[in-house]
Nanobody, 134 residues
Framework: QERPVESGGGSVQAGGSLRLSCAVS????????LGWFRQSPGKEREGVAG????????YYSDSVKDRFTISQDNAKNTLYLQMNSLKPEDTAMYFC???????????????????????????WGQGTQVTVSS
């Protein structure tokens, strides 16, 4: 499956947890880059977490580090994003994206890619909405 398909979004109260899933052929991206991005109305799309599948190297934005965990299950061809201690500011549409090849360079002084570098990703899912209420 070339185009990722996300699921698992929903509404949750602050402090709660959600796990997003992304159906994507992890074999097709066995030495590629898979990432989670989010966008809320009026804001630029931002990188949240990523993984270089060849080595399992993970990347996180500062805003989600220590709260979110990205992982992959090759047997199920699925990418996950476990989100804990959710905050209202995490409310957004979450997208899964895939890139054949190594992950793009990280933004300066950041643990994740800039919006410009995120344009390197080849395939994008339709998104799944996450809403966190206070």
């Amino acid at each position: 499956q070339e185009r990722p398909v996300e699921s698992g979004g929903g509404s949750v109260q602050a402090g709660g947890s959600l796990r997003l899933s992304c159906a994507v052929s992890t074999y097709s991206y066995s030495s590629g880059c898979l990432g989670w991005f989010r966008q809320s109305p009026g804001k630029e799309r931002e990188g949240v977490a990523g993984i270089f599948t060849g080595r399992g190297t993970t990347y996180y934005s500062d805003s989600v580090k220590d709260r979110f965990t990205i992982s992959q299950d090759n047997a199920k061809n699925t990418l996950y994003l476990q989100m804990n201690s959710l905050k209202p500011e995490d409310t957004a549409m979450y997208f899964c994206a895939a890139l054949r090849g190594p992950c793009p360079p990280l933004a300066p002084n950041s643990g994740i890619w800039s919006p410009r570098e995120s344009l390197n990703f080849d395939f994008w899912g339709q998104g799944t909405q996450v809403t966190v209420s206070s």
